[in-house]
């Protein structure tokens, strides 16, 4: 599986982003498709998964009711909408896929990562 994040780049504090992440490949025993962003300085941060089978999200309490993950099956890609920025929100975001239906939140549990895009909030 190969994964492409793309639409990162510079807004303002309360702006919108929108990012997507195109799959290619087998994703029949993809079980979760995730978001993940990394600072600089800092360890890579879980943000959201939403499940590929079954269309539920899960997200950290930081970007809770700011960011909204979604899926498009037929075009094998997922999406974070990403509303009311802070500059804390600057960072390199991954997406990632898990063959797994648990543990969502940890990195172990992604076997396929892609390349980062970056997000810049800044005024």
């Known amino acids: 599986v190969q994964l492409q994040a793309s639409g990162g780049g510079l807004v303002q504090p309360g702006g919108s982003l929108r990012l997507s992440c195109a799959a290619a490949?087998?994703?029949?025993?993809?079980?979760?498709m995730g978001w993940w962003r990394q600072a600089p300085g800092k360890e890579r941060e879980f943000v959201g998964t939403i499940g590929w089978k079954i269309d539920s999200t899960y997200y950290a309490s930081t970007v809770l009711h700011r960011f909204i993950i979604s899926r498009d099956i037929a075009k094998n890609s997922m999406y974070l909408q990403m509303n009311n920025l802070k500059t804390e929100d600057s960072a390199v975001y991954y997406c990632?896929?898990?063959?797994?239906?648990?543990?969502?939140?940890?990195?172990?549990?992604?076997?396929?990562w892609g390349r980062g895009t970056q997000v810049t909030v800044s005024s």
């Open positions: 990632a896929a898990s063959e797994h239906d648990t543990d969502w939140n940890k990195q172990m549990t992604y076997k396929f």
């Open positions: 490949g087998n994703l029949f025993d993809i079980k979760g």
